[in-house]
T-cell receptor, first 113, second 112 residues
Framework: NAGVTQTPKFQVLKTGQSMTLQCAQDMNHNSMYWYRQDPGMGLRLIYYSASEGTTDKGEVPNGYNVSRLNKREFSLRLESAAPSQTSVYFC????????????FGPGTRLTVT | QKEVEQNSGPLSVPEGAIASLNCTYSDRVSQSFFWYRQYSGKSPELIMSIYSNGDKEDGRFTAQLNKASQYVSLLIRDSQPSDSATYLCAVRGGAGSYQLTFGKGTKLSVIP
């Protein structure tokens, strides 16, 4: 089992460029999450998908969109990157309702110049 | 707004000592509580979950929960240098909530 995988590991964008961060899990988990982690701010939830076919906003959704492509994959898109989106992005997944233990991927370090 | 508070540290303990990490939360209906360990440059790793008042032990780790005081703690016995990391407290809200609110973490340094 690879667990939760994320691509790319590192990315540098110019302001206004777009990109999609990919996340996949092979644990047959129902729920998936996108977080960002900034120094002094901790982990903050951007979007989540409780189950295949559903997505919901988290604490900091502005500037992002998500797609739950299937049960395994959950992508995060930045349509027009801004320097404020420079961060480390983590994808996580959890098994099912009632079991909220979340398991994290290795992260994507994004720099927007 | 739901808040989870942790002392940012750094907390320094000698090797072999007990490290005590504390966390308070603001949402009284919170139901699930988690401790994650995060090494520098790595992703958070789940080390403990606790759902009921009292203590839960797993190896050298003990999580303690007091819902009346809205307080959760993590004890690490026989601390090792490899325990040096940032420890994140995470809290899930009430029934039906999927979201975890994370504290900003306590940095632990175990001195050989």
């Amino acid at each position: 089992n690879a667990g939760v995988t994320q691509t790319p590991k590192f990315q540098v964008l110019k302001t206004g460029q777009s990109m999609t961060l990919q996340c996949a899990q092979d644990m047959n988990h129902n729920s998936m999450y996108w977080y960002r982690q900034d120094p002094g701010m901790g982990l903050r939830l951007i979007y989540y998908s409780a189950s295949e076919g559903t997505t919901d906003k988290g604490e900091v959704p502005n500037g992002y969109n998500v797609s739950r492509l299937n049960k395994r994959e959950f992508s995060l898109r930045l349509e027009s990157a801004a320097p404020s989106q420079t961060s480390v992005y983590f994808c996580a997944s959890s098994l099912r309702e009632g079991s909220y233990e979340q398991y994290f991927g290795p992260g994507t370090r994004l720099t927007v110049t | 707004q739901k808040e989870v508070e942790q002392n940012s540290g750094p907390l320094s303990v000698p090797e072999g000592a007990i490290a005590s990490l504390n966390c308070t939360y603001s949402d009284r209906v919170s139901q699930s509580f988690f401790w994650y360990r995060q090494y520098s440059g790595k992703s958070p790793e789940l080390i403990m979950s606790i759902y009921s008042n009292g203590d839960k032990e797993d190896g050298r780790f003990t999580a303690q929960l007091n819902k009346a005081s809205q307080y959760v703690s993590l004890l690490i016995r026989d601390s090792q240098p490899s325990d040096s990391a940032t420890y994140l407290c995470a809290v899930r809200g009430g029934a039906g909530s999927y979201q975890l609110t994370f504290g900003k973490g306590t940095k632990l340094s175990v001195i050989p």
